[in-house]
């Protein structure tokens, strides 16, 4: 089995700013930035909410810069567990 | 693309945001900007100085030339206040990842506003004609954001979450950690039989009555019992909802707590409700921290004590309700593994660690300010406390914890952009409303009735 969560994949968007722009209303009685959301984001994928912890055959690993902090970096390339 | 290079993800620096969450997560902003507010009025309360400056407020007024004439004597003190605002917000949200180009013009706009709501407040006619800043604060926010539409990059400046978290954190020097100790227990054993009792309502009307998800459920519930949006996202997250749940349970959540920031407070005033009685039944019953303050400090506005009605509403909702966030999570994160879902995920086992990582961080913030405080002025007399520490130090904090409660109350109505909710269904409103109504009854039966005269006589130690 991979070692990669839903944190390294491609489908998985979990910016504070991509998640206020997703789910209006969002920010008027909570934040993305709050800690109550940890790092859950958005399977564009599957069409699902979740915490980034998950591992699926759809991965897919990718350079697009995504990370909550925004500090990713290495090298990226198309990962298959099939 | 050979297979080696198909096999290969080397993303070492991708981890979960951990301990970063120290300078990325408002929560610990909060706590940061608060506690220097705190710690500079300590050091210069014992210098002899104190904190009032930066702390200026409209006074009352009963003319508009004294109204001016407040603003022409202090207005390099504003200037003093809405610099410090803005370079403190400014300079965090920066590193949370926040664009300044955004941030800064939009604060501007809050700060301004904000100055024209607490003049009004401060008019002597204003509580009777039912100005209280808070619901001024929120029907201008909302009519700007409805009637003219502005830039939705301003919304970059209207941080509800974090203005509310700075503002929890302030208000926590101004509780008597004694107060949290005593009161604390019987606002939790409130809120949980009301939370529970409001979630199975909701969880099983919707799923037994109208056949929804159980994850759409889940967030549901959590929307109406825990905490709001903010219980919906965390529970969202654990139940792996649909991405269009979380919408759904937004869109609840905000109309009802909007229709509950009116509701309580006038209803609570046809019943001439103890203040302390109202905002417990206000903690029990609104939905958001940032909704719910705003109804009590309304309330306490009307009634003449609006201390009583934050603190009643404070031990309520935060105590009560906010803390058990991260085990609500992780409940349901169980129950969605086992019963709805039947291990069909990998690697998705719910850790206990969740329910830390979860955990609103703001909550710790407020416990250490209160305790800072309790030491601090523990060794002065009554009526040392009334006369020298009340109004150097303690007044100075509440004043800039109402500063940050406007900024707070202005942001909702900016944010609510009614047009822009998600449509929330049928069901999912029959399903919620049932919630709602079994919240505000049980609310009520326990605020008024159970505990009624605790929470009338409970509140008003001073340090």
Redesign the interface.
Known sequence: ??Q??C??CKYFRND??FL?E??????????A????????G??IKH??????????SDFL?TRENK??????????????IS | MNENQKNVCEVPEVKPSGWKELYLKEDWWAIWLSMGIIFAAIFLYFSGGSLKPLAVTPAKWSSLDQLFHHFALNYKLYFLQFFFWLIVFSLSSKIMGFNLSEFVPSFIFVYVISVIIFSIGAWEKAHHYNLEPPLVALAIGMIIANFIKLPKWMDTGFRVEYFIKTGIVLLGATLPFTLIIYAGPVAMLQATIISVSTCLTVYFAATRLFKLDPRLAACLGAGASVCGVSGTIAVAGAVRAKKEHPCIAITLVIVWAIVMIFFLPFISKILHLHAGVAGAWIGTSEFADAAGFAAAQAYGLMAGMEEIAVRAFTLMKVIGRDIWIGLWAFAFAVISITKWEKGDRLGQKPTLKEVWWRFPKFVLGFFLASLIITVVVHSYSMNEYLHTVKPNLINPIKAMRTWTFIFCFLSIGLTTRFRELASAGNKPFKAFTMGVIVNVILGFIFSAIIFGNYWSTALGVLK
């Open positions: 089995m991979n990669y969560t944190l390294h504070p700013k206020e997703f789910y209006h209303g969002l920010n008027t009685l909570s934040s930035w709050g800690c109550v959301r940890g790092d859950a958005v399977c069409g699902v909410y979740l915490f980034p912890r998950g591992k699926c690993c990370n909550i902090d925004n500090q990713i970096s290495g090298t990226y390339n198309v990962y298959s």
